[in-house]
């Protein structure tokens, strides 16, 4: 059974630092990968989506890569801000019985960028 | 001005109620879904509709009900059978072409 893993829960990091966002999971069969920030009380909003075949996925100052083989992805936010501060999400869509099954999460890093 | 609604954003139930929690959405998406979210836990599917008149269960569909007989709207009822419906309901839909997941802005449900 598919399991996906983020760590570390929590992170507290000083403005303007890079940071990464570790995502593993247990089974490389997917068809994609999708990391999603969640702001407290609020709903989630889809940040990068990479398909199996792809290696990385960029938007602004968002950097997302995959390793499939090795089960893991990394999101890289550079020059941190405080806007920045919410609770960051990771899904895969597998592939159960050669169709693709529905998104397994990770119970999220929660990122707080102090100023 | 597209996107997903829910409503209401807080809802109250005493035990032995049924509440239906409302999800609307004008990106004219074929599938829409339904997940639960409890502190410190990742989403868990509860419902899912990838077509009008369609839904299939998720991983926690016990004490719950779907129905789909409009593309735009996808209501979930909570029953007296949940033994546990204290919890962050979350709607979302999805786009078939780009397979990104849009979600509305949540439901919390408090039972009293």
């Known amino acids: 059974k598919q399991e996906v893993t983020q760590i570390p829960a929590a992170l507290s990091v000083p403005e303007g630092e890079n940071l990464v966002l570790n995502c593993s999971f247990t089974?490389?069969?997917?068809?994609?990968l999708q990391w999603f920030r969640q702001d407290p009380g609020k709903g989630l909003t889809s940040l990068l989506l990479?398909?199996?075949?792809?290696r990385e996925q960029t938007s602004g100052r968002l950097n997302a890569s995959l390793d499939k083989s090795s089960g893991r992805s990394t999101l890289y936010i550079a020059a941190s801000q405080p806007g920045d501060s919410a609770t960051y999400l990771c899904?895969?869509?597998?592939?159960?019985?050669?169709?693709?099954?529905?998104?397994?999460f990770g119970k999220g890093t929660k990122l707080s960028v102090k100023p | 001005d597209g996107g997903i609604t829910q409503s209401p954003k807080y809802l109250f139930r005493k035990e032995g109620q049924n509440v239906t929690l409302s999800c609307e959405q004008n990106?004219?998406?074929?599938?829409m879904y339904w997940y639960r979210q409890d502190p410190g836990q990742g989403l868990r599917l509860i419902y899912y509709?990838?077509?009008?008149?369609?839904?299939q269960k998720g991983d926690i569909a016990e004490g719950y009900s779907v129905s789909r007989e409009k593309k735009e709207s996808f209501p979930l009822t909570v029953t007296s059978a949940q033994k546990n419906p204290t919890a962050f309901y979350l709607c979302?839909?999805?786009?078939?072409?780009?397979?990104?997941?849009?979600f509305g802005p949540g439901t919390r449900l408090t039972v009293l």
């Open positions: 089974d490389s069969a997917i068809y994609n």
């Open positions: 979302a839909s999805s786009d078939q072409y780009t397979d990104t997941q849009y």
């Open positions: 990106l004219n998406h074929d599938a």
């Open positions: 899904a895969v869509r597998p592939v159960v019985g050669g169709s693709q099954g529905n998104l397994i």
């Open positions: 509709s990838q077509i009008v008149n369609d839904f």
């Open positions: 990479i398909q199996s075949s792809q």
